[in-house]
């Protein structure tokens, strides 16, 4: 028996679901859709909703048993839920990874993933309270969420949310280049994104290479 084994027996973990979602939020037109992975703990019905936003990594159901969130969500007997973020884990909304795909994959799209969710399982639990939880990019998406469907949440905890937008930041691709440079050979990641960013910078010089850009990148 391995680790995650006698976890799963100690723990009992939740199983995955499935939630029916749009492919594109912001176009009527589109009628196309996909299924999104969440999971959930708890109680059958409650008042409360406590909802864990998926941030860029799959999700887990080890963050269904053994997390602060949840030691409030029994506090409070809320029903818990945790919903994966598009493109993330399994839940793929495209069949691949494509340029023309990813233009489904922003903040946006998640934040009205999250809205159609919550306004369904709001229904379904007759729950008159959500509480919204992130960390990180999730906790960036916590905030942005009860700013921008404040009727659909009352509460948002927002961990670690880079939110304070700065200019010329380094800080964080230092970090990224030393984690980069952890691979062989030395500097060949790096050294990559650089000639590619030398590219793209001669490219938005030009309006011809702007246009190009926005056709690759739309």
């Given amino acids: 028996m391995n680790a995650y084994q006698l976890w799963e027996l100690l723990f009992d973990p939740p199983k995955a679901e499935w939630f029916e979602q749009k492919l594109d939020h912001f176009n009527p037109t589109d009628t196309r859709t996909w299924k999104q992975r969440y999971f959930k703990a708890g109680p059958d019905s409650s008042d409360t909703l406590f909802v864990l936003i998926g941030g860029e990594s799959p999700a887990s159901p080890i963050w269904m048993v053994s997390c602060m969130w949840t030691r ?16 993330y884990g ?97 500097n060949a990641c790096n050294d990559a994104i650089s000639v590619a960013t030398a590219a793209l910078k001669e490219k938005l010089k030009t309006p011809q290479g702007r246009k190009a850009l926005k056709e690759q990148f739309k």
């Fill in 72 to 87: 409030w969500g029994k506090k409070h007997n809320a029903v818990r839920l945790q919903l994966e973020h598009r493109f």
């Fill in 90 to 186: 399994d839940s793929r909304p495209t069949k691949d990874m494509s340029v023309d795909n990813l233009q489904y994959l922003s903040s946006e799209q998640a934040l009205s993933d999250l809205a159609n969710f919550i306004t369904v399982m709001k229904n379904q639990f007759k729950a008159s309270k959500v509480i919204v939880f992130g960390a990180s990019y999730s906790g960036a998406l916590a905030a942005w969420f009860r700013i921008k469907y404040p009727y659909l949440v009352d509460g948002a905890v927002a961990s670690s949310a880079p939110v304070f937008l700065q200019m010329d930041f380094k800080g964080y691709l230092e970090v990224v280049a030393q984690s980069l440079n952890t691979f062989k050979p030395v």
